[in-house]
Antibody
Framework: QVQLQESGPGLVKPSQTLSLTCTVSGGSISSGGYHWTWIRQHPGKGLEWIGYIYNSGTRSTSYNPSLKSRVTISVDTSKSQFSLKLNSVTAADTAVYYC????????????WGQGTTVTVSS | EIVMTQSPATLAVSPGERVTLSCRASQSISRNLAWYQQKPGQAPRFLIYGASTRATGIPARFSGSGSGTEFTLTISSLQSEDFAVYYCQQYDNWPPLTFGGGTKVEIK
């Protein structure tokens, strides 16, 4: 079955760029109809959707308006990976970051990575 | 933005009891709602979509209902492994996709 695994630095300095990668295994990242998604969870808090890339045709993206000016999600089909870049980070970006697969409207996020903790600190 | 509100924030329940969790949307979302379970230190687990359809492998003791703005997740007989935080999420209108604040089900 499809599995997702996040990777990237656990510590990022303020004002720098947070970069994470999610590797998809056990299935094709090019499978139609899936939105490859990033979600984060601040310590002790709920879930916040960051955005997704829809890896079909135009590779469209959608971002949370609250983060849109700082976020870029991209995909590398050859490596079966999708990535998150969040620039100009502050301590408020400290969180556990999850990648997930969303089946699109009429479905939920059915596959999740284990999550990776990112701390923003000097 | 559609705001999802869950209640109560915490629920203390004994094993074997029936549990009902509520989720309210700030505007109608039809039946475009999913539920997730999250245990400490783990990623969320997909439970239900379309407000009432169980995801693959989810036990029948989990059931969802509702449409429009009011939704419920019911666990018919709480098992020890069900103590967790439960989140609802709407996928009717985005961006952004939004989650409720969660309901923690703890042991009484």
């Amino acid at each position: 079955q499809v599995q997702l695994q996040e990777s990237g630095p656990g510590l990022v300095k303020p004002s720098q760029t947070l970069s994470l990668t999610c590797t998809v295994s056990g299935g094709s990242i090019s499978s139609g109809g899936y939105h490859w998604t990033w979600i984060r969870q601040h310590p002790g808090k709920g879930l916040e959707w960051i955005g997704y890339i829809y890896n079909s045709g135009t590779r469209s993206t959608s971002y949370n308006p609250s983060l849109k000016s700082r976020v870029t999600i991209s995909v590398d089909t050859s490596k079966s990976q999708f990535s998150l870049k969040l620039n100009s980070v502050t301590a408020a970006d400290t969180a556990v970051y999850y990648c997930a697969r969303w089946g699109g409207q009429y479905y939920g996020m059915d596959v999740w990575g284990q999550g990776t903790t990112v701390t923003v600190s000097s | 933005e559609i705001v999802m509100t869950q209640s109560p924030a915490t629920l203390a329940v004994s094993p074997g009891e029936r549990v009902t969790l509520s989720c309210r949307a700030s505007q109608s979302i039809s039946r475009n709602l999913a539920w997730y379970q999250q245990k400490p230190g783990q990623a969320p687990r997909f439970l239900i979509y379309g407000a009432s359809t169980r995801a693959t492998g989810i036990p029948a003791r989990f059931s969802g209902s509702g449409s429009g703005t009011e939704f419920t997740l019911t666990i018919s007989s709480l098992q020890s492994e069900d103590f967790a935080v439960y989140y609802c999420q709407q996928y009717d209108n985005w961006p952004p996709l939004t989650f409720g604040g969660g309901t923690k089900v703890e042991i009484k």
